[in-house]
């Protein structure tokens, strides 16, 4: 079946510092793929995302590429802020059992704190 | 404003109680889905519809009902069959065209 790894965390880093967050997939078709940013005690939203190979996903700063040869999605941005602090998913959708239907499979999640 | 609206935010049930969670949507999605979520375990779907009238098991249904008779509601029970329910859940919703799931803010189930 489908699956996400991310790299674990918690990650800290001070502001300004360059962000890496991995993530490799392993997929049976061409899936999406996609982060998601979960701040305290809130839902989760969609950060950004790639839906075919080569494609660049970007929003807020934060950028990831879909690699196909290398199945990865890298979460990156180049200068963090306190306000970045938050738990990163990424997540790979494909087709669901029935027409018309997606389903997303995630990773567990890496916390990110940023600190002044 | 056009989202999803989960309720209630917090929530406490006796062992032994069922216990219904509330998932509406004003996005006109056809498809919704409810996921749950435990620390270090990432999110993890519970059941999943894409019409009315029609629902799937996703990967831990045990222990959970759901119902889709109005395209905009998909509420969850937690039955006292399911045996470690204290849980974050979330709620998202989809169109059956498009491969992107938005999420409602996520409701906060304990068992006292």
């Known amino acids: 079946g489908d699956s996400v790894t991310q790299m674990e965390g918690p990650v800290t880093l001070s502001e300004e510092a360059f962000l890496t967050i991995n993530c490799t997939y392993t997929a049976t078709g061409y899936p999406s793929l996609f982060w998601y940013v979960q701040y305290p005690g809130e839902g989760l939203q969609l950060l950004l995302k790639?839906?075919?190979?080569?494609d660049k996903g970007s929003n807020k700063g934060f950028e990831a590429t879909y690699r196909k040869e290398t199945t990865s999605f890298h979460l990156e941005k180049g200068s963090v802020q306190v306000s970045d602090s938050a738990v990163y998913f990424c997540?790979?959708?494909?087709?669901?059992?029935?027409?018309?239907?997606?389903?997303?499979?995630f990773g567990k999640g890496t916390k990110l704190s940023v600190i002044p | 404003d056009g989202g999803i609206t989960q309720s209630p935010k917090y929530l406490f049930r006796k062992e032994g109680q069922n216990v219904t969670l509330s998932c509406e949507q004003n996005?006109?999605?056809?498809?919704m889905y409810w996921y749950r979520q435990d620390p270090g375990q990432g999110l993890r779907l519970i059941y999943y519809?894409?019409?009315?009238?029609?629902?799937q098991k996703g990967d831990i249904a045990e222990g959970y009902s759901v119902s889709r008779e109005k395209k905009e509601s998909f509420p969850l029970t937690v039955t006292s069959a399911q045996k470690n329910p204290t849980a974050f859940y979330l709620c998202a919703s989809s169109t059956s065209s498009g491969n992107t799931i938005y999420f409602g803010e996520g409701s906060w189930l304990t068992v006292v």
């Open positions: 790639a839906t075919k190979a080569d």
């Open positions: 997540a790979l959708s494909d087709r669901g059992s029935g027409a018309g239907s997606y389903q997303l499979t």
């Open positions: 519809s894409q019409i009315v009238n029609d629902f």
């Open positions: 996005l006109n999605h056809d498809a």
